[in-house]
């Protein structure tokens, strides 16, 4: 998965993810031996750019910018934010485990790029309106501190411990600071490690999510949270969590090898299979790209709808579990008003009745998600309860 910058702003954290499910790293610095295959764009983004994928090249690029006499407007034409190639050249250097380039990060990842960064990023920011340059500036800069922070792990040099440890304690952005806590773990540092402890605790579907997804990779037990968690099983995640660092917080030391293997070993694809359940059938609706389904979003939400109020009861079941997936619940609950106001054949006015009950209910649930898709259907369940008789 590689960044793409949209043409107002640089989309944030997104080499965060890139490098946690990349599939994996090539031998360098360690004896980590997994090897990652290039990506093909990248490394036509690089060549069309003038930039060769090969250690000495990208260190260089990434200290000293485009070859001297470059205009920037005689550059390809995409990317349109040049800023990506830079992205892609800290990619490909922690791919490779570049050591020679860990000074340039260490420097970008405080927030100061070389010379010839920041004559990239100048040429973007003069692209944009000058009313959205500030805010440009502010994200490109997040985007490219957090490439330098995750890559600084990857690569592994022991001096980037001393960078990353003073990252971690002057950040106040979460993101930074999150992602500053992995790389330390990555390089065995237990540094981080209760701050993220703590960021869980926070039970919300942002920093919570990414801590709980990091100390997975740190320790390889998996308490969560998932960002489609209710609030409930969030709240159950950080109790484990807290639970783990009280029994191991203090013996528990961060393994690099272990970690990496973690972080970048392919994930196993489930075998496709046909849903059989009213559950499964949303769970399809819900995640239409999911590998573990045979059918596609269409088909599983006409199959939902043929089967009518045959589906109330299980749909009803779903929109009252407290502790269901945010995303399975809320098609529940739209599913179900979608058969309760069905025009050709409404059902019985007992079970109208009973389903805008439940939905009624959820004005109060304790997730912001619920309720609101609740207040966008009670309209149209109390306009069908009114009219069923």
């Known amino acids: 998965m590689d960044i793409r910058l949209g043409p107002t702003h640089l989309l944030r954290i997104i080499l965060f993810v890139f490098f946690l499910f990349a599939p994996a790293l090539s031998q360098s610095a360690t004896t980590f031996t997994i090897r990652a295959p290039a990506d093909p764009a990248r490394l036509e983004r690089l060549r069309a750019h003038g930039v060769a994928a090969v250690p000495a090249v990208l260190t260089h690029f990434l200290e000293n910018g485009f070859a001297p006499g470059t205009q920037f407007s005689d550059l390809p034409a995409t990317p349109s934010l040049k800023t990506q190639i830079v992205v892609?050249?800290?990619?490909?250097?922690?791919?490779?485990?570049?050591?020679?380039?860990?000074?340039?990060?260490?420097?970008?990842?405080?927030?100061?790029?070389?010379?010839g960064v920041r004559r990239i990023v100048q040429w973007d920011i003069s692209q944009q309106r000058p009313s959205e340059r500030l805010r440009f500036e502010t994200d490109t800069m997040k985007t490219l501190r957090l490439n330098a922070v995750v890559a600084?792990?990857?690569i592994g040099a022991p001096q980037s411990v001393y960078e990353l440890a003073a990252v971690f304690e002057r950040e106040k952005d979460g993101d930074l600071k999150i992602a500053a806590a992995l790389a330390l773990a990555t390089l065995g540092s237990r540094a981080g490690l209760s701050y993220l402890v703590d960021e869980t605790g926070r039970a919300n579907r942002t920093s919570s999510v990414a801590a709980g997804e990091a100390?997975?990779?740190?320790t390889g037990l998996d308490y969560g949270p998932d960002a489609d968690f209710p609030v409930a099983r969030r709240e159950e995640s950080a109790a484990k969590w807290k639970a783990w660092w009280r029994r191991e917080g203090r013996t528990f030391q961060p393994d690099r090898a272990q970690i990496l293997a973690r972080r970048l070993t392919p994930p196993i694809r489930p075998v496709p299979r046909p849903p059989r359940t009213v559950r499964e059938l949303l769970d399809c609706v819900a995640y239409p790209n999911d590998p573990r389904w045979s059918v596609d979003f269409y088909t599983a939400h006409t199959q939902l709808l043929q089967m009518g109020a045959g589906a109330l009861e299980e749909l009803e079941t779903v929109v009252k579990d407290k502790n269901e997936n945010l995303r399975i619940r809320r098609e529940a609950v739209l599913v179900l008003t979608q058969i309760i106001t069905a025009a050709n054949r409404r059902p019985p006015a007992a079970?109208?009745?009973?389903a805008y009950?439940?939905?009624w209910w959820l004005r109060f649930d304790r997730n912001p998600e619920i309720r609101e898709i609740a207040r966008q259907c009670l309209?149209?369940?109390?306009?069908?309860r009114e009219t069923s008789g």
């Open 351 to 354: 079970q109208v009745q009973r």
């Open 357 to 359: 009950r439940a939905v």
């Open 88 to 115: 892609d050249a800290v990619v490909e250097c922690a791919r490779q485990q570049v050591l020679s380039v860990a000074p340039t990060l260490g420097r970008l990842a405080f927030g100061l790029p070389s010379d």
């Open 152 to 154: 600084l792990g990857l």
């Open 215 to 218: 100390l997975a990779w740190i």
């Open 379 to 384: 309209p149209r369940l109390k306009q069908a």
